[in-house]
């Protein structure tokens, strides 16, 4: 399979934003932290930033925001935390991944996570947290064959629902 995560860049304001509306009916933020900033050149610098670890505003950890491409066609993204916050320690975990609607059940959740496991493991992460709701048959299934060991079930944010925890070493 021929996909690979990059950042984005200043070409992608026109794709990325049709994915981030795509996603919009799942309530899943495609574009994390896209309301921070008005103009997409001036998005892509705060990635960059982000990615560096500087300029991190409240909440904000370390992290990559990386579209997931086949044949130059944006199908997923993938945001690596290289720090957790207490947030992300009790809800998010280091690695969130999302593949659009149409292009779902062709294995590239699966191999998102794998990419991702080995950008976590380079920045020296020995020990990956990544949670899915309980209901998330799919996330979990691209957790467990990614080596996910089950951790516990807890309860989401929101309260609304149950979060299952994982850990890859
Ligand atoms: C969860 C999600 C990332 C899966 O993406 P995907 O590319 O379809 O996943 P894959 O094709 O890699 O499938 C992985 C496994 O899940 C299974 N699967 C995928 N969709 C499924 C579904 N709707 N029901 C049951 N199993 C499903 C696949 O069959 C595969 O298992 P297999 O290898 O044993 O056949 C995608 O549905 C999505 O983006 N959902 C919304 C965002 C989200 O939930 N992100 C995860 C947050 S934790």
Do not use: K
């Not at 026109?14 to 799942?26: G, L, Y």
């Not at 048959?137 to 989401?156: C, D, H, Q, W, Y």
């Amino acid at each position: 399979m021929t996909l690979h995560l990059r950042p984005l860049d200043d070409e992608d304001e026109v794709q990325a934003t049709a994915a981030h509306v795509s996603m919009q009916p799942e309530d899943f933020s495609f574009l994390l932290w896209r309301d921070q900033v008005e103009g997409w050149h001036d998005y892509v610098h705060l990635l960059r930033e982000q990615r560096r670890g500087l300029s991190l505003s409240v909440g904000m950890v370390p992290a990559a925001l990386l579209v997931a491409d086949v044949d130059e066609e944006i199908v997923g993204r993938v945001s690596v935390r290289f720090q957790l916050n207490r947030f992300l320690s009790d809800f998010g975990g280091h690695i969130g991944y999302a593949v659009l609607p149409e292009f779902r059940r062709r294995g590239y959740a699966t191999e998102i996570l794998r990419q991702a496991l080995i950008i976590a493991r380079s920045e020296g992460l020995t020990s990956i947290l990544i949670t899915c709701d309980e209901d998330n048959v799919a996330s979990r299934r691209v957790i467990e064959l990614n080596g996910g060991v089950f951790e516990s079930l807890g309860p989401s944010y929101d309260g609304t629902h149950q979060l299952r925890r994982y850990w890859i070493s």
